[in-house]
């Protein structure tokens, strides 16, 4: 069974620096999806970046960019120049194309001003 | 990306009530997904709402608790039945984008509290 992993329940930054989310997953698929989505205290789930496995490049939005190693089955999130308004839970998800998405437990990030 | 709104935003209900949540899409989709959000956890899907069908449940979820509609590919509604306080979670409803349909984007939320 296909399983998400996020290993950091909670995770601090100070404003301005770069953090790094960690993600790991477990499957026997080839081709499947992979996201980031964030979920403030307002509770939108809110989606952040997403990569496709067959693509070999790392997927980028503004500050956001993954670190997608398709052997390892590693996909962490990579924030830059960390800001308050980035404080939420991060989940990352694993879904194959007509499947449900699976959802890890989620990093809670804190900005530190 | 299709906005998406639900009603109400939170509600506070008695034990053995039930609650119908809605969920609004400003365009027409073809799936629609019920996920369940317990206190300090992750996602789970409830059920898929496909229009002019029945609903497809997850393991775990039965349509007597969760009766869901869709009378369209705008609007859907999730019934939560004689409740008690283990419902107390937030419900999100989602949609699958039109050009990538493995990514999904979701509504704002409902909490729910069962006293």
């Known amino acids: 069974a296909q399983t998400v992993t996020q290993s950091q329940p909670e995770m601090s930054v100070q404003e301005a620096e770069t953090v790094t989310l960690s993600c790991t997953y477990d499957?026997?698929?080839?081709?499947?999806?992979l996201f980031w989505y964030k979920q403030p205290p307002s509770r939108q789930m809110i989606l952040v970046i997403r990569q496709e496995a067959y693509k070999q490049q790392n997927a980028t939005e503004n500050r956001f960019s993954v670190n997608f190693q398709k052997a390892a089955k590693s996909f962490s999130l990579k924030i830059s120049d960390s800001q308050l308004g980035d404080a939420a839970m991060y989940f990352c998800a694993y879904r194959v194309r007509d499947d449900k998405i699976i959802f890890g437990k989620g990093t809670r990030l804190h900005i530190l001003p | 990306s299709a906005v998406i709104s639900q009603k109400p935003s939170r509600d506070i209900c008695q034990r053995g009530t039930s609650l119908t949540i809605q969920c609004q899409v400003d365009s027409q989709v073809t799936m629609m997904f019920w996920y369940r959000q317990q206190p300090g956890q992750s996602l789970t899907l409830i059920a898929t709402a496909n229009q002019g069908s029945e609903a497809t449940y997850e393991s775990g979820f039965v349509i007597d608790k969760f009766p869901i509609s869709r009378p369209n590919l705008t609007f859907s509604t999730l019934t939560v039945s004689n409740m008690s306080p283990e419902d107390s979670s937030i419900y999100l409803c989602?949609?699958?984008?039109?050009?990538?349909?493995?990514?999904?984007?979701f509504g704002p939320g409902t909490r729910l509290l069962v006293l």
């Open positions: 499957t026997s698929e080839s081709d499947y999806y």
């Open positions: 989602s949609v699958e984008d039109r050009t990538y349909q493995e990514t999904q984007y």
